[in-house]
């Protein structure tokens, strides 16, 4: 199977309801963006900016957007609109003087490149999975943010963004309208919530600011009307026998995804940001521990993440699990140790080349670290593994058993069988539904019997 070489996300059917109606669409998945500042004059690397990335034949349209230069705090998002993904959060960025780079570990890619003097051009490289593809990226002005087109025939044209909320669901809606060439409205709608873009609308219509869009293929009707200023539309989404209150703003920025369950600062308790280096000496691995208040030695836990790409905080599609966690563990007097995979994060390495021995060799170095600190009652730390990590959590234990190294141990989503027929398991389920015909998804999983004995025997 070949993966594409931007972001290596699966193409999955959309299914979402509102009332008994449902919605259905074929669309990458994306993960949640917020809204950041954009600079009003091209000083500073702050602001958005966009690029185009030739894959082959490919053109794939880029958004950056960058913030906290001017604090010392930067952080950045990525969208690719063509792809449906929305908000992917940089899982590093930096800049020295006019070297700029940032790493999206979620996708194993990473950009470097230099800031022109004028600051709006930063011309490098977009290197992903041993690929190396030229990238530019190029300062938006403040002022196209969600701007009417120079041509418009309506002020309903340009890029709107709006919410709704159905029971305890939030939906964000991203509406882009223009014309065609008989000057007749058209425009398509986006639910990024369900993944599912470029729904069309069959019935569009703009009179004196009196707005009327409606999507067929889900049965939903809006009637909206226009501020003086021409940049909100403030009106009622019906579907079914549901209606709801829906007011689209102009822009081009996606709202901000809420996500309640994520902790907010001011934390009780301490957070210290730490780091170690691995027994072979070929990584320093970068984390957080968070230490309860009142006064210690506490019982304490290492995470140990999934295989892939991870950050200490676990992040995937906008959740963090593994600082969810953390949290709820510190609040309740345990104390936590959780880092970044290496050649991720703020930790050093090549993730690339290491085997789950390796994380496992990194993980036992982090216990070690955990027992070693005075906050930390050493003979009450245990690890919690998920997926991949619910594999080394059993390997650390083995390991310590003669020395009480492991108090306890808690694995979420850990294999239940041997490595072969796990990845045998994944294999199959991946084929299948990639639409592989049976008879070659039979001699598929043959083949790789075959190659797991010949490195057994060899």
Excluded: C
Excluded at 47 to 61: P, Q, Y
Excluded at 178 to 195: C, I, P, V
Excluded at 347 to 373: E, I, M, N, P
């Amino acid at each position: 199977m070949r993966k594409r070489v931007w972001i290596d996300i699966a193409e999955i059917a959309i299914f979402a309801t509102m009332g008994s109606r449902a919605v259905s669409a074929q669309s990458a998945t994306q993960a949640p963006v917020a809204k950041v500042s954009v600079v009003s004059q091209p000083r500073g690397i702050d602001g958005e900016w966009e690029g185009t990335l030739h894959v082959g034949e490919s053109e794939l349209k880029l958004v950056l957007h960058v913030s906290g230069e001017k604090t010392g705090e930067m952080a950045a998002k990525l969208d690719s609109p063509e792809q449906g993904v929305y908000g992917m959060s940089v899982s590093s960025v930096s800049k020295e003087q006019e070297n700029f780079k940032f790493e999206l570990s979620q996708v194993g890619g990473s950009f470097e490149g230099k800031v022109a003097a004028d600051n709006r051009t930063i011309s490098g490289n977009w290197k992903q999975g041993g690929a190396v593809l030229p990238l530019v990226f190029r300062r938006q002005s403040a002022s196209a943010a969600g701007r009417k087109p120079a041509n418009a025939i309506s002020p309903f044209e340009g890029t709107w963004q709006g919410a709704f909320q159905n029971g305890n669901m939030r939906f964000r809606l991203q509406l882009h309208v223009s014309h065609d060439e008989q000057k007749n409205l058209a425009g398509t709608l986006d639910s990024l919530d369900q993944g599912a873009n470029g729904l069309p609308m069959s019935k569009l219509s703009e009179q004196s600011g009196a707005v009327h869009f409606e999507i067929a293929m889900v049965g939903g009707v809006y009637e909206g009307t226009m501020n003086a200023a021409r940049n909100s539309i403030t009106g009622m989404w019906s579907q079914g026998q549901d209606n709801v209150a829906l007011e689209f703003r102009r822009s081009d920025d996606v709202l901000e995804v809420r996500r309640p369950q994520t902790p907010a600062k001011p934390f009780p308790y301490k957070e210290e940001e730490v780091s170690f280096a691995n027994r072979a000496g070929t990584a320093t691995l970068a984390g957080t521990l968070t230490i309860p208040a009142g006064a210690g030695p506490f019982p304490a836990a290492l995470l140990v993440s999934g295989s892939g790409p991870q950050n200490r905080d676990e992040f995937m599609a906008g959740h963090k699990p593994f600082l969810v966690l953390a949290d709820a563990l510190a609040r309740k007097g345990i104390a936590v140790l959780r880092y970044d995979k290496r050649g991720l994060g703020k930790s050093t390495g090549d993730f690339s080349a290491a085997t789950t021995q390796d994380f496992a060799a990194d993980a036992a170095v982090a216990l070690a670290y955990l027992k070693g600190r005075k906050e930390v009652a050493p003979e009450k730390v245990g690890v919690i593994g998920h997926s991949e990590g619910g594999l080394i959590a059993p390997i650390l234990a083995a390991d310590g058993a003669a020395k009480g190294g492991v108090a306890w141990i808690v694995l979420l989503a850990a294999p239940a069988q041997t490595g072969e027929k796990t990845m045998l398991a994944q294999s199959k389920a991946i084929a299948s539904a990639a639409g592989m015909p049976a008879a070659q998804l039979i001699q598929s999983l043959e083949f790789d019997r075959q190659a797991y004995a010949m490195v057994r025997e060899e």
